[in-house]
């Protein structure tokens, strides 16, 4: 069974600092995806970042990037130079199998207060 | 890219009404499709997913049911619904490298 752990419900940063949002997942998959979700208070869930299991680059998308550690089981999300409009709730996801895979399992998610 | 279009946006229903969800998604074919939901403050709970006309996985045994008569369209339903069925439910579809995209949401209040 695969898990995804976020254990910080809540943080804080102050506008233009960089923060990290913390994801460790679980799986016994070789092959594997994960990606980070940004959902504003609008609800609607806006899709971030991707990182496969053999990509040996972290991925980057502009001022996020995801720090990829296969051996940890870790996959956080920093985001540099905070702006109040990234004051939302972060998801960490993840889901087995390269191609044949449907099922994205989602984490409990990370609250993110901007402080102007 | 494709499009995901859900409504209505916000729902309030009486105890043992029905429901009918509608999603329906441009700008693809043969998308994967998903229906989750979320209870206030917490993740994504997967409820239903499709990969063709007619085929439906449910998740979790419940109240709700599932449907898709064509290729973009995918329908949550329910013949009674109960206080617990009330949240956030979202469509979702997959594209390259099985990103999930999704639809606005419905608030959906059981009363």
């Known amino acids: 069974a695969q898990k995804i752990t976020q254990t910080q419900p809540g943080m804080f940063v102050q506008e233009k600092e960089a923060v990290t949002l913390d994801c460790t997942y679980d799986t016994s998959d070789q092959s594997y995806g994960l990606f980070w979700y940004k959902q504003p208070s609008s609800g609607e869930m806006i899709f971030l970042i991707y990182q496969g299991s053999y990509d040996e680059q972290n991925a980057t998308e502009g001022r996020y990037s995801l720090n990829f550690q296969k051996a940890r089981k870790s996959a956080n999300l920093v985001i540099s130079a905070s702006q109040l409009g990234d004051s939302a709730m972060y998801f960490c996801a993840m889901r087995e199998g390269n191609t044949g895979g449907f099922k994205t399992i989602f984490g409990a998610g990370t609250r993110l207060f901007v402080k102007a | 890219s494709q499009t995901i279009h859900q409504w209505p946006a916000t729902l309030v229903q009486p105890v043992g009404s029905p429901l009918s969800l509608e999603c329906t998604v441009e700008g693809t074919s043969n998308p994967n499709l998903y229906w989750y939901r979320q209870a206030a403050g917490r993740g994504l709970q997967l409820l239903f997913y499709?990969?063709?006309?007619?085929?439906i996985s449910s998740e979790v045994p419940q109240n709700l049911s599932a449907s898709r008569p064509q290729d973009r369209q995918f329908i949550l339903s329910s013949k009674k619904l109960l206080l617990s069925d009330s949240g956030f439910y979202l469509c979702?579809?997959?594209?390259?490298?099985?990103?999930?995209?999704f639809g606005a949401g419905t608030r959906l209040s059981v009363l």
């Open positions: 499709s990969v063709g006309i007619g085929q």
């Open positions: 979702a579809c997959s594209g390259a490298k099985n990103i999930q995209y």
